[in-house]
């Protein structure tokens, strides 16, 4: 991942330095209020030569989907094979802040799914919705080469309407195992079940290979407890109610509330955080401990393993989070 907050002059460097040590993809985040990421997505794809470009996520509510559509397009059609989009509902609380948060994300995010990824593939589109309007929009040049379009969500319901609506799922951290084996299942429910009542059926495209994003904070050191002493302050947010999806699934779910619960503050939280939840909760510790939890993230159902790079000097981080590349398993 691109940090969110790396100074401007470094995003170029840093991402030709990803590339060139043979990561598979690079995510620009679209945190509120740092960069945008159509903006961020560009100057990437523009800087480099192969590496993939993900944007997760940009807010639904925050573009038309008709205006989406024109970004990503162009990026699609300038760069093909080279871009993923997520798009969410975003952060309640961000979303609020800008005043852009609507009384059924549902129904906003579906809308906005169907007719972005039904423009993309050269639709045109005539729908009056609850949120979103379009009077026979097309695009004049959809790209020959159609990204994919994945929902940023948590949640079951959230789950199981991006299983109908988009191509996969980008998962926020903590993605563990057993909550990839959740997600996996609302997706699976959502894209077996007949169109809701939400978003606009008749611009649905058929589904076809579906990508499961995952993020995680990760940390690689020669010393597990410094991997860790890395990671910590990186997860001092998931002890918020949001994060609550992630967590219920883990068998320490219990005990995980109640430390969240008797702590002061987040910074508590994270240095109370037993070395074996932080095991759980981030990809951390040596590269070959690091590459085995990747593995196993594969395996569990992820087609991408995000690396949100912990500690201070994220230049530094990112040259020892390549050690997972030269470990058996390959790329992330």
Not at 79 to 106: C, E, K, N, T, Y
Not at 125 to 142: E, F
Request: glycine share 10%.
């Amino acid at each position: 991942m691109l940090p969110r907050d790396l100074p401007a002059a470094q995003v170029v460097p840093y991402a030709r330095r990803a590339e060139e040590l043979g990561f598979d993809e690079i995510w620009v985040v679209e945190d509120c209020f740092f960069r945008g990421g159509i903006a961020q997505a560009a100057v990437v794809l523009a800087s480099t030569s192969r590496i993939v470009v993900g944007i997760g996520i940009l807010p639904a509510a925050a573009r038309t989907p008709a205006f989406t559509g024109l970004e990503v397009s162009t990026l699609a059609e300038l760069f093909p094979g080279r871009l993923q989009v997520g798009i969410g509902h975003g952060m309640p609380d961000w979303m609020r802040q800008a005043g852009a948060w609507p009384a059924s994300p549902l129904a906003m995010l579906a809308e906005n799914l169907d007719l972005l990824r039904g423009l993309l593939r050269g639709a045109t589109a005539t729908v009056t919705g609850r949120y979103t309007n379009a009077d026979a929009v097309s695009l004049a040049s959809p790209p020959a080469t159609v990204p994919p379009v994945l929902a940023g969500v948590r949640g079951p319901k959230s789950l199981a309407l991006a299983g109908a609506c988009a191509d996969g799922v980008v998962l926020a951290e903590p993605v563990t195992p057993e909550y990839l084996a959740a997600a996996l299942a609302a997706l699976d429910t959502g894209r077996d079940a007949p169109a809701g009542a939400h978003g606009f059926p008749d611009l649905r495209p058929a589904l076809g290979e579906r990508h499961v994003v995952a993020y995680n904070v990760a940390a690689v050191h020669d010393d597990p407890a410094e991997a860790r002493n890395l990671a910590r302050p990186a997860l001092e947010w998931i002890g918020d109610p949001d994060w609550e999806p992630h967590i219920r699934v883990l068998p320490f779910a219990e005990e995980f509330a109640a430390l969240s619960a008797a702590s002061v503050n987040r910074a508590d939280f994270a240095l109370a955080l037993p070395d074996a939840w932080v095991d759980q909760l981030a990809v951390v510790g040596t590269a070959a401990s690091a590459r085995h939890r990747i593995d196993e993230l594969h395996a569990a159902g992820a087609t991408s393993v995000v690396l949100i790079p912990a500690g201070p000097d994220p230049v530094n981080a990112l040259e020892s989070l390549a050690g997972v590349l030269s470990e058996q398993g390959g790329g992330a």
